[in-house]
């Protein structure tokens, strides 16, 4: 299995007495946060969350469509 591209820290800073895995949100988590709330205010502005996203996977489908977009984005940082 290959490893995802996370981004490294959304907010680096130097820590001297934390471990790898105890610096916050990736990069990746981020700019799916932010993709996200575009996602949902969008839909909702316009009334269309349940039919886009249909009222059963509304909440999962917006998740994956923000972690899709947070990827493209990290892509197009290369």
């Not at 981020?30 to 205010?41: E, I, N, P, S």
């Not at 316009?46 to 990827?71: C, F, P």
């Amino acid at each position: 299995m290959t490893e995802r591209n996370t981004g490294g820290p959304a907010f680096p800073a130097m820590h001297f007495d934390l471990t790898d895995n105890e610096h916050g949100m990736t990069l990746r988590d981020y700019f799916a946060a932010k993709a996200m709330q575009g996602l949902v205010a969008a839909s909702w502005c316009a009334d269309l969350r349940n039919d886009h996203y249909g009222e059963s996977t509304g909440n999962s489908t917006v998740a994956r469509d923000a972690y899709m977009i947070a990827d493209a984005m990290l892509e197009a940082r290369k």
